[in-house]
C-alpha cells in the first residue's frame, strides 16, 4: 500500500497485491482509494480458466477440451480439431478426413499429397499439388515421375531414370535424353548400348558390335560369314585365296609356288606366261604385264614403243604420232 500526493493537493491510496485481492467479487490486481471510494484498475486474468464468484477464485472449465470459458462456465473456444457446439455447450471432435490440423471445422493443414481446398483436404487435380491464383501447377505429386507443363502435370517417359519438377535429367540404359524424352540410343545409332546425343559410348557386345576409331558401331569382323581369314593384327577379313600373310587388309606374303602381285597372289606358271607374251599389247612391269601405250603395237617400257601401227609413225623419243600430225 502507498499513499500519494496528488497535484491538486489532495492525498490518494494505491493498492496493489502480489497477486490479486477480491473487490466487489473480482479479482483486481491493483486499484486506487480516495475520498472513501476504491476504483480496481486491474484484474486478474483467468487464462485458460474461468472466475468462480462462488468460489472467488479461478477454476478450471468443466468442459473437456475447451480453451477458454467464461465465468458461467460457458465455453467459448475449443482445443484445435474440436468444434464447439454452443448449444449444449460442448467441444467435439470433429473430423476432416487427411486433415492434420483443424479449427472450428475448417482444415488448416492437410496431410501430404492432399490440397486444402476451402476448408476440406482433396485430393490434387491432374496430380498437382499447389497451384498459384492462374490456376497454373506449381508443384507436381512428387510420389510420381511427373514433368510440370505448366497447367498439367504430365507422366514422364516410362524409360525415364530421374527427373525434376520441369525436366527429364536422365534416362535408363539404353536411352538418351532428347526434347524432354528418352530415345533410344540403338535407333539413334546402329548397333549401340549406351550413347549421347552426339555419339555412340558403348556398343552392343550382345549383338557383336564394337567401337570403331571413327566412333561409329560395326559388326565385329569376326562374326561376319565372308571373313574367313585374319590379318597380323587379329582383324577378321574376306577370303583372299593363295596368301598366307595379310597386314592392314593387303597380302604381304603368298602361299608356294605363287607370287605376289599388287597385294594379290597369282600362280608363278600362269605369271610367267603372261610375262613372257608381254610383247603382244603389252610390257613387263616387274613382275606384271601392263598394258601397252595408246597407237603402240609393242612395247618394253611404259614410255618406250618398240613397233606401232600402220596409221602412226614413232617420233625419235620413242612415241607413237598419228600420221596427219
Known amino acids: 500500500m502507498k499513499v500519494m500526493l496528488s497535484c491538486s493537493?489532495?492525498?490518494?491510496?494505491?493498492?496493489?497485491?502480489?497477486?490479486?485481492?477480491?473487490?466487489?467479487?473480482?479479482?483486481?490486481?491493483?486499484?486506487?482509494?480516495?475520498?472513501?471510494?476504491?476504483?480496481?484498475?486491474?484484474?486478474?486474468?483467468?487464462?485458460?480458466?474461468?472466475?468462480?464468484?462462488?468460489?472467488?477464485?479461478?477454476?478450471?472449465?468443466?468442459?473437456?477440451?475447451?480453451?477458454?470459458?467464461?465465468?458461467?462456465?460457458?465455453?467459448?473456444?475449443?482445443?484445435t480439431n474440436y468444434l464447439l457446439d454452443s448449444k449444449n455447450n460442448t467441444c467435439t471432435l470433429f473430423h476432416i478426413d487427411n486433415c492434420l490440423i483443424s479449427q472450428n471445422g475448417i482444415c488448416l493443414k492437410c496431410e501430404e499429397g492432399k490440397l486444402l481446398e476451402n476448408g476440406l483436404c482433396v485430393s490434387p487435380k491432374n496430380n498437382c499439388q499447389q497451384f498459384d491464383i492462374?490456376?497454373?501447377?506449381?508443384?507436381?505429386?512428387?510420389?510420381?515421375?511427373?514433368?510440370?507443363?505448366?497447367?498439367?502435370?504430365?507422366?514422364?517417359?516410362?524409360?525415364?531414370?530421374?527427373?525434376?519438377?520441369?525436366?527429364?535429367?536422365?534416362?535408363?540404359?539404353?536411352?538418351?535424353?532428347?526434347?524432354?524424352?528418352?530415345?533410344?540410343?540403338?535407333?539413334?545409332?546402329?548397333?549401340?548400348?549406351?550413347?549421347?546425343?552426339?555419339?555412340?559410348?558403348?556398343?552392343?557386345t550382345t549383338l557383336n558390335y564394337v567401337l570403331e576409331e571413327n566412333k561409329n558401331c560395326e559388326k565385329s569382323s569376326c562374326f561376319l560369314m565372308e571373313n574367313t581369314q585374319k590379318d597380323q593384327n587379329g582383324k577378321c577379313l574376306s577370303n583372299q585365296p593363295n596368301c598366307r600373310i595379310i597386314v592392314n587388309n593387303k597380302c604381304v606374303t603368298c602361299d608356294e609356288n605363287y607370287i605376289l602381285s599388287n597385294s594379290k597372289c597369282l600362280s608363278s606358271v600362269d605369271n610367267y606366261y603372261e610375262i613372257d607374251n608381254s610383247t603382244y599389247g603389252y610390257y613387263r612391269n616387274g613382275l606384271d604385264c601392263q598394258n601397252r601405250l595408246i597407237n603402240c603395237f609393242t612395247c618394253n617400257t611404259a614410255n618406250s614403243c618398240l613397233t606401232y601401227y600402220s596409221t602412226n609413225y614413232m617420233t625419235g623419243d620413242g612415241l607413237c604420232k598419228p600420221q596427219n600430225e
Open 134 to 204: 492462374d490456376a497454373n501447377c506449381l508443384l507436381c505429386d512428387t510420389t510420381w515421375k511427373l514433368i510440370n507443363e505448366g497447367i498439367l502435370c504430365e507422366t514422364v517417359d516410362i524409360k525415364n531414370n530421374s527427373n525434376s519438377q520441369r525436366n527429364i535429367t536422365s534416362c535408363v540404359d539404353g536411352y538418351f535424353v532428347k526434347d524432354n524424352k528418352c530415345v533410344s540410343c540403338q535407333d539413334k545409332y546402329n548397333g549401340s548400348y549406351l550413347c549421347d546425343s552426339i555419339q555412340p559410348l558403348q556398343c552392343n
Open 9 to 79: 493537493g489532495r492525498y490518494y491510496v494505491i493498492v496493489q497485491s502480489q497477486k490479486y485481492f477480491i473487490y466487489n467479487n473480482k479479482q483486481c490486481t491493483y486499484g486506487v482509494y480516495t475520498k472513501n471510494s476504491f476504483t480496481c484498475l486491474n484484474y486478474y486474468s483467468c487464462t485458460n480458466l474461468y472466475y468462480s464468484t462462488t468460489l472467488s477464485k479461478c477454476i478450471e472449465c468443466p468442459i473437456e477440451k475447451r480453451v477458454f470459458c467464461l465465468r458461467t462456465g460457458k465455453c467459448i473456444k475449443c482445443e
